[in-house]
């Protein structure tokens, strides 16, 4: 079992920036798919970036590409997600995620993961 947990959110105006932070424990070992989802009120929970901890690959949604960026930690088990020139749109809960394997046709799909961390709000206005 995997235990995730977030930290890094809070309120900015539009146009500043926020990192969140993602450290996971417990059963860690080997590489899986590691990223973030955010959910606002009323809408489905959606993919914003995910990173394959062993290859480096990145993915990201489009409507963040170019804003945000994903990285590991010097330690493999903990993931950041920076996020630039923030926007009202981007105002929701943000989880991070992680599932042993993915494929990139699903790899932004919230059902693909099976580990989630509690959730870290983001607002901007």
């Known amino acids: 079992h995997v235990q995730l947990v977030e930290s890094g959110g809070g309120s900015v105006q539009a146009g500043g920036s926020l990192r969140l932070s993602c450290g996971a424990s417990?059963?860690?070992?080997?590489?899986?798919?590691m990223g973030w989802f955010r959910q606002a009120p009323g809408k489905e929970r959606e993919g914003v970036a995910v990173?394959?901890?062993?290859?480096?690959?990145?993915y990201f949604a489009d409507s963040v590409k170019g804003r945000f960026t994903v990285s590991q930690g010097n330690a493999k088990n903990t993931l950041y997600l920076e996020m630039n020139s923030l926007k009202a749109e981007d105002t929701a809960m943000y989880y991070c995620?992680?599932?042993?394997?993915?494929?990139?046709?699903?790899?932004?799909?919230?059902?693909?993961?099976?580990?989630w961390g509690q959730g870290t709000q983001v607002t901007v206005s």
């Open positions: 990173r394959h901890t062993g290859y480096g690959t990145t």
């Open positions: 995620a992680a599932a042993r394997s993915c494929s990139v046709s699903t790899v932004l799909v919230a059902s693909g993961y099976n580990y």
């Open positions: 417990g059963d860690t070992y080997g590489t899986y798919c």
